[in-house]
């Protein structure tokens, strides 16, 4: 009644913000995202009878702000009559600070706890019951680029690209390592309910999504590099418009922006993607991941820099109940 799930974050280029369904955490119009490789959760989920409750440890320290979610995911996975659960997950990487923990976290914790309880989902099951916890942890279930659409009364996840086929890189530069103030899902109600923008973002989303999803298919760098930042922007611009204003950026994630830029006018392949963090992803051509990387370390403020390819879906990686 054990078992041990990894799940790499992913970085949405066309994003996710909003929903339609609060309740069942349901996205108010689909994505397309990348699959990391060497940024992962770790997560290990014990059932045990003699448990008097679920615990669950982050990085070795009680979480008890996670907790609550993360009994949730376990009731829709295994079933509210399940026995309690001992959790343990460990990220190479911060958490809660626009890194897409969240989406690595309960991708892992999916797969592990259906493992643990002896329950064979497939891989779409496995995504539509990682998304009603976390929104972006169902594309975690996929590898390479995934595009997330809404189907109905549910969603319906698929790969756009294996990781072989385009090797992208993605170069991380960490500019806080605090967790944000607001959380996304509260994030999202907000600039709803409040910004006048919100309306115009979602009504834009076919038309990013159908421009990225060709690009994608073309291997047209060029092409994904200006819907992914327009897509971004766009969606700051919703958070900023919120009331209250929904800003998570800092001053060096401007600064990132800016060298990004420098990059570009010298003739580098790369792109600038920020999620609800102050945490910039350059994308850029394997080649150029380099330059990239040495510009960004040398940005004022950039406190880290990682950097990853892309990588595979959530896995199972030990069962101790066969």
Same mark, same amino acid.
């Given at each position: 009644?054990?078992?041990?799930?990894?799940?790499?974050?992913?970085?949405?280029?066309? *994003?996710?913000?909003?929903?339609?369904?609060?309740?069942?955490?349901?996205?108010?119009?689909?994505?397309?995202?990348?699959?990391?490789?060497?940024?992962?959760?770790?997560?290990?989920?014990?059932?045990?009878?003699?448990?008097?409750?679920?615990?669950?440890?982050?990085?070795?320290?009680?979480?008890?702000?996670?907790?609550?979610?993360?009994?949730?995911?376990?009731?829709?996975?295994? !079933?509210?009559?399940?026995?309690?659960?001992?959790?343990?997950?460990?990220?190479?990487?911060?958490?809660?600070?626009?890194? &897409?923990?969240?989406?690595?976290?309960?991708?892992?914790?999916?797969?592990?706890?259906?493992?643990?309880? !002896?329950?064979?989902?497939?891989?779409?099951?496995?995504?539509?019951? &990682? !998304?009603?916890?976390?929104?972006?942890?169902?594309?975690?279930?996929?590898?390479?680029?995934?595009?997330?659409?809404?189907?109905?009364?549910?969603?319906?996840? *698929?790969?756009?690209?294996?990781?072989?086929?385009?090797?992208?890189?993605?170069?991380?530069?960490?500019?806080?390592?605090?967790?944000? &103030?607001?959380? /996304?899902?509260?994030?999202?109600?907000?600039?709803?309910?409040?910004?006048?923008?919100?309306? *115009?973002?979602?009504?834009?989303?076919?038309?990013?999504?159908?421009?990225?999803? #060709?690009?994608?298919?073309?291997?047209?760098?060029?092409?994904? &590099?200006?819907?992914?930042?327009?897509?971004?922007?766009?969606?700051?611009?919703?958070?900023?418009?919120?009331?209250?204003?929904?800003?998570?950026?800092? #001053?060096?994630?401007?600064?990132?922006?800016?060298?990004?830029?420098?990059?570009?006018?010298?003739?580098?392949?790369?792109?600038?993607?920020?999620?609800?963090?102050?945490?910039? *992803?350059?994308?850029?051509?394997?080649?150029?991941?380099? #330059?990239?990387?040495?510009?960004? /370390?040398?940005?004022?403020?950039?406190?880290?820099?990682?950097?990853?390819?892309?990588?595979?879906?959530?896995?199972?990686?030990?069962?101790?109940?066969?």
């Amino acid at each position: 009644m054990q078992a041990t799930a990894i799940a790499q974050p992913n970085i949405a280029l066309i *994003k996710y913000w909003g929903k339609r369904d609060v309740d069942r955490n349901l996205p108010a119009a689909g994505s397309i995202s990348i699959t990391l490789s060497d940024l992962y959760t770790e997560v290990d989920v014990e059932l045990d009878a003699d448990l008097t409750g679920d615990s669950l440890l982050t990085n070795g320290i009680a979480d008890q702000h996670r907790l609550a979610r993360m009994s949730d995911c376990l009731d829709m996975v295994i !079933g509210e009559q399940r026995l309690h659960a001992r959790v343990t997950s460990i990220s190479n990487f911060p958490i809660a600070a626009g890194l &897409a923990s969240s989406a690595s976290v309960f991708a892992a914790a999916t797969v592990a706890a259906a493992a643990a309880a !002896g329950l064979s989902y497939n891989t779409q099951k496995l995504a539509r019951l &990682a !998304g009603q916890a976390s929104g972006s942890a169902a594309r975690s279930l996929f590898a390479g680029f995934t595009e997330l659409s809404n189907v109905a009364d549910t969603i319906s996840v *698929k790969s756009l690209c294996d990781v072989l086929s385009w090797p992208l890189q993605v170069v991380v530069a960490i500019t806080a390592t605090t967790p944000k &103030a607001t959380g /996304s899902s509260e994030a999202m109600e907000i600039s709803r309910a409040t910004s006048p923008f919100y309306d *115009k973002w979602i009504e834009q989303q076919a038309q990013d999504l159908a421009t990225a999803r #060709a690009a994608i298919e073309r291997r047209d760098f060029a092409s994904l &590099a200006t819907v992914a930042e327009h897509n971004c922007l766009k969606m700051h611009s919703v958070m900023w418009a919120s009331r209250p204003p929904m800003v998570y950026w800092n #001053a060096a994630t401007l600064r990132c922006l800016q060298t990004v830029r420098k990059l570009q006018e010298a003739g580098h392949d790369v792109f600038f993607t920020i999620d609800a963090g102050p945490q910039v *992803k350059a994308v850029c051509m394997p080649d150029h991941a380099d #330059a990239v990387r040495e510009a960004l /370390s040398a940005t004022p403020g950039v406190q880290e820099i990682m950097t990853s390819g892309l990588g595979p879906a959530a896995r199972l990686v030990k069962n101790r109940g066969e």
